[in-house]
């Protein structure tokens, strides 16, 4: 089966690798084409536009870190929608605002195309082990079309509804969740580490009472202070909890927490930390106190 992946950075570039190691036949393009020469070596083929990758499969993943990105790869004039063809489906991996993914929903119906969303969890190790979890929604013959591909990539697929911008609320949701815990997780470390408490004593703690993924690998990362390379920097942290901010907006949700977190992590950028993963967040704590 012909697959066409688009965006090749610390996600996208290990989930196709999965892809051609699979057995698809791989369609690749890249903004910076050198990311794809490993899997040039390995017999996917580089194309010059998006253009030119959706016309080459009806089915086209997107891993892009933003709206802005997967607004030119789609919409411009040798983008995604121009090229696919009819019946073909347009997978989104990014986790991008509600409103884009409602819009790329409607522009691709127009076309009588298909969007699905499916927002991936975990950072660049799981999508190299393809252990992501992925979050599922679109129309319900798309998905079933694109489960098998998506499997490989992933332990677990959690299929949310009909409509794309399901998956990405519930993704926005998640990802503010993790920013938040990221958050209490600092200021907690920081008043014990001020006590005079190994920081890895209290992580022990903390894992023995809440058992999570998230508090052992990021727990581990603040207490080591492995910031470098980041498998999720510090912008794109700033990114998702904006989505969050103006997701919670346009419904009138309160989110009151998400404004201090926005705060912090918008010092750190200005301190020079928007490179680093984004649970350097810690740091930007330490300049505050």
């Given amino acids: 089966m012909k697959v066409s992946f688009?965006?090749?950075?610390n996600m996208g570039l290990p989930m196709a690798q999965n892809l051609l190691n699979a057995g698809y036949e791989l369609v690749i393009f890249n903004r910076t084409p050198e990311k794809a020469e490993p899997l040039i070596k390995q017999?996917?083929?580089?194309?010059?536009?998006?253009?030119?990758?959706?016309?080459?499969?009806?089915?086209?993943i997107t891993m892009l870190s933003d709206d802005a990105a997967l607004r030119e790869i789609v919409e411009g004039p040798h983008g995604v929608l121009n090229g696919l063809s009819?019946?073909?489906?347009?997978?989104?991996?990014?986790?991008?605002?509600?409103?884009l993914a409602?819009?790329?929903?409607?522009?691709?119906a127009e076309r009588h195309q298909h969007f699905v969303s499916a927002t991936v969890m975990g950072r660049p190790d799981a999508a190299k082990a393809a252990t992501l979890r992925i979050i599922l929604a679109g129309p319900e013959h798309a998905r079933q079309?694109?489960?098998?591909?998506?499997?490989?990539?992933?332990?677990?697929?959690?299929?949310?509804?009909?409509?794309?911008?399901?998956?990405?609320?519930?993704?926005?949701?998640?990802?503010?969740?993790?920013?938040?815990m990221?958050?209490?997780?600092?200021?907690?470390?920081?008043?014990?580490?001020?006590?005079?408490?190994?920081p890895s004593r209290y992580i022990d703690v903390v894992n023995a009472l809440f058992q999570s993924p998230v508090y052992q690998n990021y727990g581990a990362i603040m207490t080591e202070q492995r910031f470098e390379p980041a498998g999720f920097n510090?912008?794109?942290?700033?990114?998702?909890?904006a989505?969050?901010?103006?997701?919670?907006?346009?419904?009138?949700?309160?989110?009151?927490?998400?404004?201090?977190?926005?705060?912090?992590?918008?010092?750190?950028?200005?301190?020079?930390?928007?490179?680093?993963?984004?649970?350097?967040?810690?740091?930007?704590l330490e300049h505050s106190s």
């Fill in 145 to 180: 079309r694109v489960l098998p591909m998506l499997t490989v990539l992933s332990q677990e697929i959690f299929e949310i509804g009909d409509h794309g911008e399901e998956g990405n609320i519930v993704k926005i949701g998640v990802n503010f969740l993790i920013a938040s």
């Fill in 234 to 241: 510090m912008k794109l942290g700033l990114k998702d909890v």
């Fill in 86 to 99: 009819e019946n073909g489906i347009h997978v989104s991996a990014s986790t991008i605002s509600v409103d």
């Fill in 102 to 108: 409602r819009k790329l929903s409607a522009l691709h």
């Fill in 43 to 60: 017999g996917a083929r580089y194309v010059q536009t998006p253009l030119e990758a959706a016309k080459e499969s009806n089915l086209v």
């Fill in 182 to 198: 990221l958050e209490a997780l600092s200021e907690a470390q920081l008043m014990v580490e001020k006590h005079g408490i190994k």
């Fill in 243 to 284: 989505l969050a901010i103006e997701a919670a907006k346009s419904v009138q949700a309160p989110l009151p927490l998400g404004q201090l977190i926005h705060q912090h992590l918008s010092e750190g950028i200005t301190h020079g930390y928007g490179e680093l993963d984004w649970t350097a967040l810690i740091r930007c």
């Fill in 6 to 9: 688009i965006g090749l950075g």
